[in-house]
């Protein structure tokens, strides 16, 4: 298991990420994924299990890049984001499509057979925390809630 410390030296390092080698040589592995991007949907919560929540939500995230002929184009990435318990409370209440988001998680791979027998790969962050950056144009805080939380 990692150590708290490497985790949050792990997220802080974005200067430098290889003055924290020596301490990534003695983890295992990890899954960390870092995401800032537009909410594409408004979320949907569902509850399960022992009145427990489950929101989910799609994240945009873009990036430029040169073609061959030196056009600059941008590609968008869809992420399908899902977060429980006290953070699905939070996105609940505060996330709607349109607001710029920060997301940090991990990736879920998992697979399942849809109803006409194919089997079906799918890919989701699972956040443990959010950060609101900007809200919709139509949204202010919502008042008495946090804007960021962390499970």
């Known amino acids: 298991m990692f150590s708290r410390s ?24 990890l899954n960390k994924v870092i995401l800032i991007g537009n909410v594409g949907r408004d979320p949907d919560v569902r509850v399960f299990g022992d009145n427990k929540k489950v929101a989910s939500f799609s994240l945009a995230t873009s990036y430029s890049y040169k073609d061959a002929e030196g056009n600059i184009l941008q590609k968008t990435n869809w992420h399908q984001v899902s977060a429980f318990s006290k953070l699905a409370e939070l996105i609940e209440k505060i996330v709607s499509k349109g607001a710029l988001v920060y997301i940090e998680g991990r990736i879920d791979y998992k697979q399942y057979t849809n109803k006409e027998g194919v089997e079906v790969n799918t890919t989701e962050i699972v956040a443990d925390q959010l950060r609101m950056f900007k809200y919709p144009k139509n949204q202010d805080s919502v008042e008495g809630a946090s804007d960021s939380v962390e499970e």
Request: no cysteine; hydrophobic share 40%; aromatic share 0%.
């Open 6 to 29: 490497l985790v949050q030296n792990l997220a802080r390092s974005t200067r430098n990420p290889l003055s924290l080698l020596g301490q990534v040589r003695k983890v295992t592995s």
